[in-house]
Protein backbone atom coordinates (compact mmCIF):
# COMPACT_ATOMS: atom_id res chain seq x y z
CA UNK A 1 0.00 0.00 0.00
CA UNK A 2 0.53 3.60 -0.04
CA UNK A 3 2.85 5.73 3.15
CA UNK A 4 4.39 8.95 3.67
CA UNK A 5 8.32 7.73 4.40
CA UNK A 6 9.22 10.87 6.82
CA UNK A 7 13.01 9.87 6.07
CA UNK A 8 12.62 10.55 2.94
CA UNK A 9 10.05 13.11 2.72
CA UNK A 10 7.69 11.12 -0.34
CA UNK A 11 5.46 8.82 -0.78
CA UNK A 12 6.36 5.08 -1.01
CA UNK A 13 4.14 2.34 -2.37
CA UNK A 14 4.68 -1.56 -0.96
CA UNK A 15 3.58 -4.07 -2.53
CA UNK A 16 4.57 -8.02 -2.00
CA UNK A 17 7.83 -6.76 0.35
CA UNK A 18 8.78 -4.25 -2.95
CA UNK A 19 8.63 -0.84 -1.90
CA UNK A 20 9.07 1.32 -4.87
CA UNK A 21 9.56 5.44 -4.28
CA UNK A 22 9.14 8.21 -6.82
CA UNK A 23 7.63 10.32 -9.23
CA UNK A 24 6.08 7.21 -10.25
CA UNK A 25 4.01 6.70 -7.07
CA UNK A 26 3.21 10.00 -6.54
CA UNK A 27 1.65 9.93 -9.77
CA UNK A 28 -0.26 6.65 -9.09
CA UNK A 29 -1.40 7.91 -5.84
CA UNK A 30 -2.96 11.04 -7.99
CA UNK A 31 -4.42 8.94 -10.04
CA UNK A 32 -5.60 7.03 -7.52
CA UNK A 33 -6.82 10.20 -5.42
CA UNK A 34 -8.16 11.51 -8.57
CA UNK A 35 -10.49 8.66 -9.27
CA UNK A 36 -12.46 9.30 -6.26
CA UNK A 37 -13.13 13.27 -7.14
CA UNK A 38 -15.91 14.29 -9.22
CA UNK A 39 -17.37 17.71 -10.37
CA UNK A 40 -21.05 18.12 -9.83
CA UNK A 41 -22.01 21.16 -11.28
CA UNK A 42 -25.49 20.07 -11.02
CA UNK A 43 -25.84 18.11 -7.73
CA UNK A 44 -25.22 15.06 -10.36
CA UNK A 45 -24.57 12.43 -7.58
CA UNK A 46 -26.84 13.89 -4.30
CA UNK A 47 -28.47 10.88 -4.92
CA UNK A 48 -27.27 7.58 -5.63
CA UNK A 49 -30.12 5.14 -5.13
CA UNK A 50 -30.65 5.51 -8.87
CA UNK A 51 -27.94 4.41 -11.43
CA UNK A 52 -25.94 6.59 -14.05
CA UNK A 53 -22.34 6.86 -15.18
CA UNK A 54 -20.12 10.11 -14.44
CA UNK A 55 -16.50 11.08 -15.12
CA UNK A 56 -13.62 11.79 -12.58
CA UNK A 57 -11.28 14.24 -12.25
CA UNK A 58 -8.13 11.63 -13.27
CA UNK A 59 -10.59 11.39 -16.89
CA UNK A 60 -12.05 7.92 -16.23
CA UNK A 61 -15.73 6.76 -15.81
CA UNK A 62 -17.45 5.63 -13.16
CA UNK A 63 -21.10 3.90 -12.41
CA UNK A 64 -23.52 3.88 -9.92
CA UNK A 65 -26.20 1.83 -9.32
CA UNK A 66 -28.38 1.50 -5.75
CA UNK A 67 -25.47 3.47 -3.25
CA UNK A 68 -22.69 1.22 -4.75
CA UNK A 69 -20.01 2.42 -6.96
CA UNK A 70 -17.66 0.91 -9.42
CA UNK A 71 -15.16 1.84 -11.65
CA UNK A 72 -13.87 -0.49 -14.73
CA UNK A 73 -11.51 -1.85 -12.57
CA UNK A 74 -13.72 -3.05 -9.90
CA UNK A 75 -15.81 -4.64 -12.72
CA UNK A 76 -13.06 -6.46 -13.93
CA UNK A 77 -12.03 -7.73 -10.13
CA UNK A 78 -16.59 -8.70 -9.91
CA UNK A 79 -16.56 -6.33 -6.93
CA UNK A 80 -18.57 -3.06 -6.02
CA UNK A 81 -18.14 -0.28 -3.35
CA UNK A 82 -21.31 0.10 -0.97
CA UNK A 83 -21.99 3.48 0.41
CA UNK A 84 -22.26 3.28 3.96
CA UNK A 85 -22.97 7.06 4.70
CA UNK A 86 -22.93 10.70 3.63
CA UNK A 87 -21.59 14.17 4.87
CA UNK A 88 -22.35 17.66 2.86
CA UNK A 89 -20.02 19.99 2.81
CA UNK A 90 -20.19 24.14 1.24
CA UNK A 91 -18.78 22.75 -1.96
CA UNK A 92 -19.85 19.31 -2.00
CA UNK A 93 -20.98 16.24 -0.85
CA UNK A 94 -18.66 13.35 1.00
CA UNK A 95 -19.84 9.51 0.60
CA UNK A 96 -18.19 6.99 2.95
CA UNK A 97 -17.49 3.78 1.75
CA UNK A 98 -17.38 0.42 3.61
CA UNK A 99 -14.24 -0.79 1.69
CA UNK A 100 -11.86 -1.06 -1.24
CA UNK A 101 -11.46 1.67 -3.67
CA UNK A 102 -12.61 2.68 -7.10
CA UNK A 103 -10.03 0.83 -9.27
CA UNK A 104 -8.64 1.78 -13.18
CA UNK A 105 -8.59 -1.20 -15.01
CA UNK A 106 -5.50 -2.62 -16.52
CA UNK A 107 -6.95 -4.44 -19.22
CA UNK A 108 -6.68 -3.52 -23.19
CA UNK A 109 -9.84 -2.15 -24.95
CA UNK A 110 -9.62 -5.21 -27.04
CA UNK A 111 -9.71 -7.82 -23.87
CA UNK A 112 -12.89 -6.05 -22.59
CA UNK A 113 -14.48 -6.06 -26.24
CA UNK A 114 -13.86 -10.15 -26.26
CA UNK A 115 -15.29 -10.37 -22.85
CA UNK A 116 -18.75 -9.61 -24.02
CA UNK A 117 -17.87 -10.44 -28.11
CA UNK A 118 -16.40 -14.17 -27.61
CA UNK A 119 -19.61 -16.60 -27.84
CA UNK A 120 -21.78 -16.29 -31.37
CA UNK A 121 -24.84 -14.47 -29.32
CA UNK A 122 -22.40 -11.84 -27.61
CA UNK A 123 -23.59 -8.41 -28.54
CA UNK A 124 -20.14 -7.52 -29.74
CA UNK A 125 -19.75 -10.88 -31.28
CA UNK A 126 -18.88 -9.75 -35.54
CA UNK A 127 -16.93 -6.68 -34.51
CA UNK A 128 -14.68 -9.26 -32.45
CA UNK A 129 -14.40 -11.57 -34.82
CA UNK A 130 -13.39 -8.58 -37.81
CA UNK A 131 -10.93 -7.57 -34.79
CA UNK A 132 -8.95 -10.18 -33.85
CA UNK A 133 -8.79 -11.46 -37.72
CA UNK A 134 -7.43 -7.59 -38.45
CA UNK A 135 -4.41 -5.80 -39.80
CA UNK A 136 -4.64 -3.88 -36.82
CA UNK A 137 -4.91 -6.27 -33.98
CA UNK A 138 -1.95 -7.34 -31.76
CA UNK A 139 -2.37 -10.71 -30.56
CA UNK A 140 0.92 -10.85 -28.37
CA UNK A 141 -0.76 -7.72 -26.53
CA UNK A 142 -3.99 -8.33 -26.97
CA UNK A 143 -5.14 -5.23 -28.22
CA UNK A 144 -5.75 -2.99 -31.04
CA UNK A 145 -3.02 -1.10 -32.70
CA UNK A 146 -3.17 2.71 -32.46
CA UNK A 147 -3.96 2.43 -28.70
CA UNK A 148 -2.62 3.54 -25.51
CA UNK A 149 -3.86 2.49 -22.46
CA UNK A 150 -4.52 5.61 -20.08
CA UNK A 151 -5.58 7.20 -23.42
CA UNK A 152 -9.51 8.09 -23.38
CA UNK A 153 -11.38 6.13 -26.13
CA UNK A 154 -14.52 5.71 -27.55
CA UNK A 155 -15.72 2.64 -29.00
CA UNK A 156 -19.26 1.84 -31.14
CA UNK A 157 -20.03 -1.62 -32.35
CA UNK A 158 -23.00 -2.11 -34.80
CA UNK A 159 -25.06 -4.87 -34.20
CA UNK A 160 -24.88 -8.30 -36.11
CA UNK A 161 -27.73 -6.69 -38.25
CA UNK A 162 -25.86 -3.58 -39.15
CA UNK A 163 -22.42 -5.63 -39.23
CA UNK A 164 -24.58 -7.88 -42.26
CA UNK A 165 -25.92 -4.53 -44.25
CA UNK A 166 -22.26 -3.44 -44.15
CA UNK A 167 -21.40 -6.74 -45.95
CA UNK A 168 -24.27 -6.68 -48.20
CA UNK A 169 -22.79 -2.76 -48.69
CA UNK A 170 -19.59 -3.29 -49.95
CA UNK A 171 -18.09 -1.68 -46.61
CA UNK A 172 -16.99 -5.33 -45.04
CA UNK A 173 -15.78 -8.46 -46.57
CA UNK A 174 -18.34 -11.45 -46.62
CA UNK A 175 -21.39 -12.60 -49.32
CA UNK A 176 -22.79 -9.49 -50.70
CA UNK A 177 -26.26 -11.60 -51.31
CA UNK A 178 -26.61 -12.80 -48.20
CA UNK A 179 -24.43 -10.49 -45.51
CA UNK A 180 -23.05 -13.02 -44.54
CA UNK A 181 -19.67 -11.76 -43.42
CA UNK A 182 -16.04 -13.52 -43.55
CA UNK A 183 -14.11 -12.60 -40.95
CA UNK A 184 -10.80 -13.41 -42.41
CA UNK A 185 -10.34 -11.75 -45.71
CA UNK A 186 -7.04 -12.62 -47.55
CA UNK A 187 -7.15 -9.96 -50.91
CA UNK A 188 -5.24 -7.59 -49.75
CA UNK A 189 -8.23 -4.73 -50.16
CA UNK A 190 -10.99 -6.89 -48.14
CA UNK A 191 -8.05 -6.30 -45.53
CA UNK A 192 -7.41 -2.54 -45.48
CA UNK A 193 -11.28 -2.51 -45.80
CA UNK A 194 -11.85 -4.33 -42.01
CA UNK A 195 -9.10 -2.16 -40.48
CA UNK A 196 -10.58 1.02 -41.69
CA UNK A 197 -13.81 -0.17 -40.53
CA UNK A 198 -12.92 -0.81 -37.12
CA UNK A 199 -10.23 2.40 -37.02
CA UNK A 200 -13.63 4.55 -37.96
CA UNK A 201 -15.75 3.35 -35.06
CA UNK A 202 -13.16 4.42 -32.42
CA UNK A 203 -13.04 8.13 -31.54
CA UNK A 204 -9.36 8.83 -30.33
CA UNK A 205 -8.88 10.67 -27.42
CA UNK A 206 -12.02 11.48 -25.89
CA UNK A 207 -14.62 8.90 -23.97
CA UNK A 208 -18.38 10.04 -24.18
CA UNK A 209 -20.99 8.83 -22.20
CA UNK A 210 -24.78 8.56 -22.54
CA UNK A 211 -24.82 11.56 -20.06
CA UNK A 212 -25.24 13.67 -23.13
CA UNK A 213 -22.52 16.22 -21.77
CA UNK A 214 -20.14 15.82 -24.40
CA UNK A 215 -21.75 16.50 -28.22
CA UNK A 216 -20.23 17.58 -31.33
CA UNK A 217 -17.27 16.31 -33.81
CA UNK A 218 -14.84 13.83 -32.47
CA UNK A 219 -11.60 12.57 -34.43
CA UNK A 220 -11.85 9.17 -34.58
CA UNK A 221 -8.51 6.57 -35.18
CA UNK A 222 -8.95 6.62 -39.09
CA UNK A 223 -7.45 9.18 -41.46
CA UNK A 224 -8.19 9.79 -45.08
CA UNK A 225 -5.63 10.06 -47.89
CA UNK A 226 -4.90 13.47 -47.04
CA UNK A 227 -3.56 12.09 -43.55
CA UNK A 228 -6.57 13.84 -41.55
CA UNK A 229 -8.51 11.95 -38.78
CA UNK A 230 -12.09 11.67 -40.07
CA UNK A 231 -14.91 12.72 -37.67
CA UNK A 232 -17.81 11.05 -35.81
CA UNK A 233 -20.61 13.67 -34.83
CA UNK A 234 -22.33 12.83 -31.06
CA UNK A 235 -25.77 14.72 -30.79
CA UNK A 236 -28.77 14.56 -28.78
CA UNK A 237 -29.29 14.53 -25.40
CA UNK A 238 -29.13 12.20 -21.83
CA UNK A 239 -29.62 8.66 -22.65
CA UNK A 240 -30.77 9.69 -26.18
CA UNK A 241 -27.93 9.98 -28.33
CA UNK A 242 -26.92 9.19 -31.77
CA UNK A 243 -23.39 9.02 -33.58
CA UNK A 244 -23.37 10.22 -37.09
CA UNK A 245 -20.54 9.66 -39.70
CA UNK A 246 -18.91 12.22 -42.29
CA UNK A 247 -21.87 10.91 -45.09
CA UNK A 248 -24.72 12.03 -43.26
CA UNK A 249 -25.33 8.37 -41.96
CA UNK A 250 -26.72 7.58 -38.20
CA UNK A 251 -26.84 5.16 -35.61
CA UNK A 252 -28.41 5.79 -32.01
CA UNK A 253 -26.76 3.97 -29.08
CA UNK A 254 -28.74 1.63 -27.76
CA UNK A 255 -28.10 -1.31 -24.79
CA UNK A 256 -25.58 -2.24 -24.06
CA UNK A 257 -24.26 1.22 -23.67
CA UNK A 258 -21.21 2.88 -21.57
CA UNK A 259 -19.10 -0.79 -21.12
CA UNK A 260 -16.43 0.45 -18.77
CA UNK A 261 -12.79 -0.19 -20.35
CA UNK A 262 -9.48 1.27 -19.46
CA UNK A 263 -10.22 5.40 -19.71
CA UNK A 264 -12.36 4.41 -22.49
CA UNK A 265 -16.26 3.20 -23.01
CA UNK A 266 -17.71 0.80 -25.68
CA UNK A 267 -21.34 1.10 -26.87
CA UNK A 268 -23.39 -0.42 -29.09
CA UNK A 269 -24.93 1.17 -31.87
CA UNK A 270 -27.87 0.23 -34.66
CA UNK A 271 -26.47 0.90 -37.73
CA UNK A 272 -22.60 0.97 -39.01
CA UNK A 273 -20.13 4.00 -39.81
CA UNK A 274 -19.45 4.96 -43.60
CA UNK A 275 -16.39 7.49 -43.99
CA UNK A 276 -15.35 9.14 -46.93
CA UNK A 277 -11.76 8.50 -47.88
Not at 89 to 99: D, H, M, T
Not at 118 to 135: E, G, I, K, T
Amino acid sequence: GYDLSAAANNFTFTSNRTTSIGVRVVTQLNSLLNAHIVVTAHNELDNLSGSGIIETLNGDYIKWNNNTVFAAGNVDAGNSITITGTKTANNGRVYYQNSGVLLNSTNTIAYQINKYGANVNDPFYDFNMYLRSSLIFNATANEIIGINLGTPYTIFIPTKAAIMNAVRQGWLPGTPATGVPNYKPTAAADILLVAHFIQAHIINGTSVATDGVKTGAFPTLFKNLNGDAVNLTISGTANNLKVTDGTGNAANLITPVNTLANFALIHQIDNFMKYNN
